[in-house]
């Protein structure tokens, strides 16, 4: 159904013009500055189109036909060719990975978080024996790279799925739990330095109120701790929207015609090769394209939380 | 604060603590073991070999090679990302029209840094698939397709990118290709982390240095570099950990996934191969406790070596 309208989606590119020839400041007194700020914008807007050119040259390519792309990489669609989409939501399903990757997403951001605070939160304010041992087994956790401990998990989770079926390979409930056991160490590590940082006072005069331990972390250091909980859940988020080993290894079909419940990166490169064996590129960027606005489109209208959290993550 | 405190613990460890310990120490700890073993990987058939699987490493060609792939990483991934990620952060912060009010950041910053972010919300999968498009070796991909255009390129000999084994400066080509990739992706983060600290920097301190005739570049070197020092070694041990692993881009990217003909094997490619495509389990679980050791090794290198009495405004 290739349409006759010519419209090539390329996004509009929101490199910001320098303003015209502003009023001079300082005199001559500041001619550095202005040269400078000519050669800022000037590398400023070359980053900024080596980071956007190549993603709406995709998104482009996504709406040509693949004798087009390979005739003319660089020129319009000849029509926006829907069929892209449509082969890369039944051949790739596009919408099948969208699905898995939000279930096991929702459940392991909020488990992350809950489990991640809680321990956080008790190593950070109480004394007990072992308390050091167990933050320093959370930190060192930090520091190993997953792969290592691939295939034992693999172990792992294969016998558990002997005894408990919803614990073993190709089980959401299982990916939520892995991915939450991966997300610890960082997020214990993160919301310990916050809880310490907060003030006794508070938690005194609620205990001295009546308040339990457990209403006094809920009703009090929970919200409290808001801004540290909002950074690192954003930080979370895109962690496990980017895990592609852990669901590659574990979310695998395992016979009696189950479907393998693969997560969108998992399956975006499935797609990529097969699609490219087949030389199908079309559909591969139409994928492509499904899984990047959405995430582009809730990155932008959050950038500033988005930012400040994963920075600040960082830095703590 | 006494009463009911040790069940209450009890209660808020237990549900995490459990997950951490059969998820991710006892895999780590199989590992350990394992090393000492010859395990093929899915059988329960293993004898004890005592260390020979850590004197093989030490005459492992491949396992070296693949080493110093991951050295070179080390050294260039950080070196050219926080080098870009400050210059633009400088660029953003300080390189506005300076007016009576001093120093200013540019015009459209904010928008700048929505911009440069992007790659790091795009999922791994997203960005893999978006360069193996631009580095097509047979003269349509984008890249290809663009330099033969500009006649910068001969069309029968279009670059090899990712398949280019021959050697660039003492190092594979195809691992300076994929460099690109890893700063392209990560620059904007890291620009995003050095801005924050730099807006942290109070104003009065450039005033004063401006005051006394220090120039911007002056002020960077002396005033912005040193009170970012922080952020800066943060930024050096992430980057770190970046370079130990590149397992994603190495494996989606290059031919026979190290190729071509080894020339991009790190670590994990190595590791993931005897494991799994050659069932040599015990050594690569050796192979992994050795990573594990120069990772611990190299964070605490980076760790008190940067450290030292902090700054406070």
Redesign the interface.
């Known amino acids: 159904m290739a349409t006759t309208f010519q419209t090539p989606p390329v996004p509009v590119t929101?490199a910001?013009g320098?303003?015209a020839s502003?009023p001079a400041?300082?005199g001559g007194r500041?001619l550095?500055?202005?040269v400078?700020?000519v050669?800022?914008?000037g590398?400023?807007v070359t980053?900024?189109l080596?980071?956007?050119l190549?993603?709406g040259?995709?998104v482009m390519?996504s709406f040509k036909t693949d004798a087009e792309?390979?005739r003319d990489?660089?020129g319009p669609p000849s029509g926006l060719h829907w069929e892209n989409f449509s082969t890369a939501w039944t051949t790739g399903h596009i919408g099948d990975l969208f699905f898995n990757t939000i279930v096991v997403m929702a459940g392991g951001v909020f488990l992350t978080m809950l489990?991640?605070a809680?321990?956080a939160?008790?190593?950070a304010r109480?004394e007990?024996p072992g308390n050091k041992l167990?933050y320093y087994?959370?930190v060192?956790?930090l520091?190993?790279?997953i792969?290592?401990?691939?295939?034992?998990?693999y172990?792992?989770?294969a016998n558990?799925g002997n005894s408990v079926r919803w614990l073993g390979l190709n089980q959401y409930p299982m990916l939520v739990?892995?991915y939450?056991?991966?997300s610890?160490?960082f997020t214990?590590f993160f919301l310990h330095s916050f809880f310490r940082s907060l003030p006794t006072a508070i938690a005194?005069a609620a205990?001295v109120d009546g308040a339990?331990?457990?209403r006094l972390?809920f009703q009090v250091m929970v919200p409290l701790a808001k801004p540290g909980l909002i950074s690192i859940g954003i930080f979370n988020i895109?962690g496990q929207?980017?895990q592609?080993?852990l669901p590659t290894v574990l979310m695998q079909a395992q016979g009696g015609g189950e479907e393998k419940r693969a997560m969108?990166?998992?399956g975006?490169?499935d797609l990529?090769v097969n699609q490219?064996y087949q030389g199908d590129?079309g559909a591969?960027?139409a994928g492509?394209t499904m899984?990047?606005l959405p995430?582009?489109v809730v990155?932008?209208s959050f950038?500033r939380q988005?930012?400040?959290g994963?920075?600040?993550a960082?830095?703590k | 604060m006494r009463h009911g405190k040790y069940p209450f613990i009890a209660g808020f460890l237990a549900a995490p603590l459990a997950l951490y310990v059969i998820f991710l120490i006892s895999p780590y700890a199989q590992t350990v073991m394992n090393s000492f073993t010859n395990w093929g990987g899915f059988s329960n058939q293993a004898e004890y070999v005592g260390t020979e699987n850590y004197a093989r490493l030490l005459k492992d060609e491949l396992f070296h090679a693949a080493l110093w792939h991951n050295v070179f990483f080390l050294v260039a991934l950080p070196l050219v990302t926080v080098t870009l990620a400050l210059f633009f952060a400088f660029l953003l912060n300080v390189g506005g029209r300076g007016g009576r009010a001093g120093v200013r950041g540019v015009f459209g910053s904010g928008l700048y840094k929505v911009v440069f972010f992007f790659p790091q919300v795009l999922s791994v999968a997203i960005i893999v698939i978006l360069w193996d498009a631009l580095y097509r070796t047979d003269g349509q991909g984008l890249l290809n397709w663009l330099l033969i255009k500009i006649g910068l390129l001969d069309p029968l000999h279009p670059l090899q990118f990712t398949n280019n084994p021959t050697p660039f400066l003492g190092v594979p080509q195809v691992l300076w290709w994929l460099l690109i990739i890893v700063v392209w992706a990560n620059v904007g983060f890291y620009l995003v982390l050095f801005s924050a600290a730099m807006q942290s920097i109070p104003k009065d301190i450039y005033e004063a240095a401006m005051l006394d005739g220090a120039t911007r570049v002056h002020t960077f070197f002396r005033v912005t570099l040193p009170l970012l020092r922080d952020s800066v070694s943060v930024a050096w041990v992430y980057l770190g950990f970046l370079a130990l692993d590149m397992f994603v881009w190495v494996f989606a990217l290059t031919p026979q996934q190290g190729g071509p003909n080894h020339a991009s094997e790190v670590f994990a490619t190595v590791l993931f191969r005897e494991a799994f495509t050659r069932g040599q389990f015990g050594y690569a679980c050796a192979m992994g406790v050795a990573m594990a050791v120069f990772a611990l090794l190299l964070g605490a290198v980076q760790l008190t070596a940067t450290r030292r009495e902090r700054i406070e405004f």
Not at chain 1, 147 to 153: C, D
Request: glycine share 8%; aromatic share 16%.
């Open positions: 929101p910001p320098r303003p502003g400041v300082g500041d550095g500055g202005q400078l700020n050669f800022s914008h590398f400023l980053w900024a080596l980071v956007i190549p993603l040259w995709a390519s792309i390979v990489p660089i489990f991640g809680m321990a939160y008790v190593l109480y007990f167990i087994s959370f060192a956790g520091t190993l790279p792969f290592l401990a691939i295939v034992p998990l172990q792992v989770v558990l739990l892995v939450v056991a991966y610890l160490p214990v005194e205990i339990s331990h457990t972390f895109i929207w980017n592609w080993l969108l990166a998992q975006l490169i990529q490219g590129y591969l960027f492509m899984a990047m995430i582009l990155y932008v950038q988005v930012q400040a994963l920075t600040g960082t830095l």
